[in-house]
């Protein structure tokens, strides 16, 4: 079977229920974040675009991003309302590729439960000032949440990459220039590897995890107590089936010295991407595990 090279992994959605709180704990991390930005979409494939009742703000980096997801209003849809009633935490994994359409085709043929694409678009602020405001759309192919239940998983191909990807929310006080993986836990591996292989192709093993690469970026698979082994902030904490997010900084020592200055307590250690690397426990991170390894 040969692999879709050309998915790569887009970005990470942290589910919580005050939104402003993950905001700010997010800010303290280091980040540069986007103001917020509501969202809009079609309820079902082909249906009108109306406003949603949720609301984010972006961590942008040279490759992909990591996105904060609250609600906002609970009288208007929402894909987060699910989310945040099963726990609040890392909840979507995100695809990139280049044609939603023909990438949906591709996967029904390899036997993929993946509905049609769906429009969703938001107003985001555009400029160094936020003195413009700007349309981001996207098209989303959904993976069933049955068939695929180790994650949200989405298929997006993006229409306003420049929208998004502005040059002065790409520059973080901590450093960050990538996503570089996500960790996913699963109680039944093997289940996991057949269904996750027929989107990005067969993995490969490594320290009791296995590792699906993709053009960029790669998607870890693993047990809980191969979680909690890796994991040195993992500890006294729930693992949710989207256990850990790890981002690429230019520099650690930066890294540290930031978290230092904000009192951001850090754990030093190895981790499934690199020897060298930094944890931060859920509680400093609102209800995720994030690591961080060096890029060059």
């Known amino acids: 079977m040969a692999v879709v090279s050309e998915l790569a992994l887009d970005h990470l ?7 402003e709180k993950a905001r700010a704990a997010f800010a303290r991390l280091g980040f540069n974040l986007s103001s917020r930005s509501m969202h809009a979409g079609s309820v079902v494939p082909g249906g009108p675009v109306v406003p949603w ?3 984010n703000h972006c961590a942008m980096f040279r490759r992909g991003y990591f996105e904060l997801l609250g609600l906002v209003d609970d009288a208007l849809p929402s894909n987060v309302k699910q989310m945040v009633s099963t726990y609040e935490g890392l909840h979507i994994v995100a695809l990139a590729c280049q044609s939603a359409d023909i990438m949906q085709a591709e996967l029904a043929a390899r036997g993929v439960a993946a509905a049609k694409p769906i429009t969703l678009e938001r107003d985001a602020a555009f400029g160094a000032s936020d003195e413009d405001v700007r349309r981001a759309r996207f098209r989303n192919v959904y993976l069933d949440s049955h068939d695929y239940p180790d994650a949200r998983f989405i298929v997006i191909e993006h229409d306003t990459r420049e929208v998004l990807w502005q040059q002065h929310l790409m520059l973080h006080p901590n450093g960050a220039e990538e996503l570089r993986s996500t960790y996913l836990v699963t109680n039944d ?10 989107v990005m192709g067969p993995p490969v093993s490594q320290n009791d995890a296995y590792r699906f690469a993709m053009a960029h970026g790669s998607i870890w698979v693993m ?6 082994a890796v994991s040195p ?9 989207v256990g850990a997010a790890c981002i690429g900084v230019r520099s650690l020592p930066d890294l540290k010295a930031h978290l230092d200055r ?3 307590p850090f754990v030093a250690g190895a981790s499934l991407d690199s020897d060298d690397s930094i944890w931060v426990a859920p509680t400093e991170a609102s209800h995720s595990i ?5 890029t060059a």
């Not at 047990?223 to 909690?228: D, G, I, L």
């Not at 902030?233 to 949710?240: D, F």
């Open 13 to 19: 959605g942290l589910a919580v229920r005050d939104l």
């Open 53 to 55: 009742g949720s609301g």
């Open 189 to 198: 591996v093997d289940s996991a590897l057949k269904r996750l292989a027929l």
């Open 223 to 228: 047990t809980e107590a191969t979680m909690r």
């Open 233 to 241: 902030v993992a500890n006294g904490h729930p693992v949710n089936r």
């Open 262 to 264: 904000n009192d951001v």
């Open 290 to 294: 994030l690591v961080f390894v060096q």
